[in-house]
């Protein structure tokens, strides 16, 4: 029965594991089951920490009067889309182009041959809203499947020859060049929000790929404008509800334009993403607020998020009990007048209601308000700030927690690597370095294992089925030559060298466009492949930014010439969606620099280095090591002599170096320092 979901490494396929519907995992044996019984196969997809998804669950699969009509009419089979975002992409194309929008859970009907014939997403118990309930719709689907199944077969067929013609539109010839990032410079300017920060209206998510293109912007250009508005986005989120005022990190989005209120689950890859811009932006302006948010960031990943193995867990929960034991959305986050009272004492509670603007009629539901800094407080003692913060941190611990999806992404744990590197190296916590370090040798050790091929997902240190994408290599590449950087250990590069190698082999086709799945990978209705970005770098931008900079360590021309071919889709896009192809378009920026090669011939954490990791030049890859195994480690260090027996620097970039230099405040004039 239900317990085929049992031997899964997934958290959310788990969660499913007791239901009374039949579940199978995605399979060629559940197909075959749908093959031998002649009928349709019923694809749920979601994930662990999806409100609407659990909401689903509860009132129509753990309900047995719907099993039991699911499990005679249907093969059911369930899908982590943080498992197989393959067939998550696939499917959703899909259902956007049928139905012009999409979302969690996704209900798709396909025939046994995985053709596509009926979707949605959430399907309420009784009919509301114009939306025909889940029964309804089981019913019209079997009443069809029975009584038309020419008509079934025919739109399957038109969806799938549908979906076959849209041939993804790519650059063509040439990289993105000044004009196309200053026309998507315009175009983030008109979607700017001045009053709030930010971009578009609600909901609101984090944009931290369009910022990180933002500084490198103005760190090439000297761009105010561009500066300004990262700047003012990440205040305007530090200060608001997205962020755990409390404990640190981010929500996934914000529901009103003025980041108020969090849809509250929190993603490893926003707060590795956000750690990350907001290490960048304090390098950029020395803003206090910036490094105590960068800072913050990364003592939740390593606090809330890591695992017993070391790596990261993919996500913590929006719903958590309430007083009364219900499981609600934000209970764990939000504060009334009282509740504020009962931890703090009158004085206090009075404080931290103004600091924290907690109302009496509240800015969530039921009275209680999401914490924030409104700013109207005045100058305040940061002492007692302190003291607050800690006592209702205190008093927080003691609600039920929200549930934590312990699942590693290989992807995701690699945008966490770079964060807590870099955060680490800028901010002298060798302790953030060492964390970075433990989650990439998981990586190596479990999730490259025996197999020498990426899988994407482990959980309790063992590996899943699933093979890697395009955005598991990519984004792991790019951790991996961000520790390299920072540790000046040598293997880093050489482990970001292999998985590129195979980037170029498995997944790179005509006129450098990628694709998100392997050659070799299982085959679905269609090769997914898409070049935006959205909540993370796409796989193609991802991977475009690792081939670029590992050209830059180490001089080939073969990743170099990949990179260029990955952004002719930026060259397209940047002008037209910017928003959507933020990573793509800093990955433009590192190009159109260079990106900037230094060599340090000197002591691993030395001023030197320190100095060359501060740089602002968009992109720039550092190298640094002394002794004469150094040239061995980073090819970047051959035959780098130090001048006058102390620590030299060397910076190159587009096959002319400048003069090499002892002096830490020149180095720091040829990086934008």
């Known amino acids: 029965m239900a317990n085929r979901l049992a031997q899964t490494t997934s958290p959310y396929l788990l969660q499913h594991a007791d239901n009374p519907v039949d579940w199978w995992p995605w399979s060629p044996e559940a197909f075959e089951e749908a093959r031998k019984r002649d009928v349709p196969v019923l694809l749920s997809v979601g994930y662990a920490s999806c409100h609407w998804c659990h909401v689903m669950a509860h009132e129509s699969f753990e309900d047995d009067d719907t099993a039991d009509y699911l499990n005679a009419h249907f093969v059911p089979v369930k899908v982590d889309r943080e498992e197989r975002p393959d067939v998550d992409a696939v499917y959703m194309e899909a259902v956007q182009a049928a139905t012009g929008h999409g979302g969690w859970p996704m209900t798709v009907f396909l025939t046994p041959d995985a053709e596509p014939f009926y979707f949605g997403t959430y399907f309420p118990p009784e009919p509301r809203h114009g939306s025909p309930s889940f029964q309804q719709v089981l019913e019209g689907v079997t009443a069809a499947w029975t009584d038309r199944r020419d008509e079934v077969a025919e739109v399957a067929g038109r969806i799938v020859a ?36 930010g971009f578009g209206g609600a909901p609101k998510f984090p944009p931290a ?6 500084l490198r912007h103005y760190a090439r250009t000297g761009a105010e404008g561009a500066l300004q508005m990262a700047a003012d986005t990440c205040t305007a989120m530090a200060r608001g509800g997205i962020y ?23 993603m490893l890859y926003d707060n590795a993403l956000l750690c990350r811009v907001y290490a960048h932006l ?42 009364e034991g219900k499981h609600v959305e934000g209970a764990y986050y939000v504060w009334t007048p009282a509740q504020l009272r009962e931890a703090l004492g009158e004085d206090d509670a009075a404080f931290a209601a103004a600091y924290f603007g907690v109302t009496e009629e509240g800015t969530f539901e039921e009275g ?3 914490l924030r800094l409104p700013g109207d407080a005045g100058p305040v003692d940061a002492a007692r700030v302190a003291g607050v913060r800690a006592r209702l941190l205190a008093a927080r611990d003691e609600r039920p927690h929200p549930g934590r999806d312990d699942k590693v992404v290989a992807a995701w744990n690699g945008l966490a690597i770079a964060a807590l590197a870099e955060t680490g190296a800028y901010f002298d916590r060798p302790d953030l370095v060492e964390r970075a370090t433990e989650a990439a040798d998981l990586l190596v050790r479990v999730h490259l294992g025996e197999v020498a091929r990426l899988t994407r997902t482990s959980k309790d240190g063992r590996a899943g089925d699933n093979a890697g994408v395009l955005e598991d290599y990519g984004d792991v590449a790019e951790g991996f030559l961000a520790l390299a950087a920072v540790t000046g250990e040598g293997a880093w590069l050489e482990f970001a060298g292999f998985l590129l190698d195979i980037v170029l082999e498995q997944f790179t086709g005509e006129g450098g466009q990628l694709y998100d799945t392997a050659h070799d990978a299982e085959q679905l209705i ?13 796989g193609w931008t991802a991977a475009a930014g690792a081939l670029l900079s590992y050209a830059a360590y180490t001089g080939s021309e073969a990743h170099r010439t990949a990179a260029e071919g990955a952004l002719g889709v930026v060259k397209a896009l940047g002008p037209r969606v910017p928003r959507f192809v933020g990573w793509g378009l800093a990955v433009a920026e590192a190009l159109l620099d260079g990106p900037r090669e230094v060599a340090v011939a000197g002591p691993v954490g030395g ?30 260090l ?12 060397y910076v190159c970039r587009h096959f002319v170096c400048d003069a090499p230099t002892n002096d830490a405040e020149e180095l720091a004039g040829k990086l934008g320092g």
Request: proline share 6%; hydrophobic share 35%; net charge negative.
């Open 607 to 636: 001023e030197l280095h320190r100095t060359a990791l501060l740089g602002r030049a968009p992109g720039a890859v550092v190298a640094a090591g002394e002794g004469p195994g150094a040239g061995t480690e980073f090819p970047l």
């Open 162 to 197: 549908d979906l076959a013609g849209r041939s993804l539109v790519h650059g063509g010839d040439g990289v993105p060049g000044e004009s196309e990032v200053a026309q998507a410079l315009l175009g983030l300017t008109r979607e700017y929000d001045e009053q709030h920060g």
């Open 282 to 323: 304090w390098r950029t302006t020395g803003s206090d607020e910036a490094r105590r948010i960068a800072l913050e960031t990364a003592d939740f990943m390593v606090r809330e998020l890591r695992t017993a193995e070391g790596g990261f867990a993919s996500a913590l929960d929006a719903d958590s009990e309430d007083a």
């Open 638 to 649: 051959v035959d780098r002599p130090l001048l006058g027996g102390e620590p030299t620097a």
């Open 244 to 266: 755990d005022q409390l404990g640190g990190g981010f929500a996934r989005y914000s529901v009103d334009r003025e980041w108020i209120v969090p849809h509250f689950e929190k």
């Open 526 to 538: 269609r090769r997914p492949q898409d070049p935006t970005d959205s909540a993370t770098p796409s």
């Open 209 to 214: 790929m369009v910022v990180e293109f933002l």
């Open 368 to 370: 209680a308000s999401v």
